[in-house]
Nanobody, 119 residues
């Protein structure tokens, strides 16, 4: 079982920056792949950025060059640095941890943190 708690959301003007954090507890953090998703009102939840247990990263096209995902296994925390924010980035951002072990798939979500970008 993994518990995830996001923080760092808030209100920012377009062009500004925010850093989201997701603190994990309850299991061995380093073996999990970690993702950031976001969900705007009336829209589906979309993958924003992903980082594997080995540190490889992947980004949605809409955030490439602006967002950076990173992890600190010593602190059991994954980060999302968001620069050059746009009003279209406004959403609830969710942290996700997942891994597979044999036939078992483990998947955990945080409660989300609101990011609002004003124009």
């Amino acid at each position: 079982q993994v518990q995830l708690v996001e923080s760092g959301g808030g209100l920012v003007q377009a062009g500004g920056s925010l850093r989201l954090s997701c603190a994990a507890s309850g299991s061995i953090f380093s073996i999990y792949a970690m993702d950031w998703y976001r969900q705007a009102p009336g829209k589906q939840r979309d993958l924003v950025a992903a980082i594997t247990s080995g540190g490889s990263t992947n980004y949605a096209d809409s955030v490439k060059g602006r967002f950076t995902i990173s992890r600190d296994n010593a602190k059991n925390t994954v980060y999302l640095q968001m620069n050059s924010l746009e009003p279209e980035d406004t959403a609830v951002y969710y942290c996700n941890a997942h891994r597979s072990s044999g036939r078992t798939y483990y998947n955990y979500w945080g409660q989300g943190t609101q990011v609002t970008v004003s124009s």
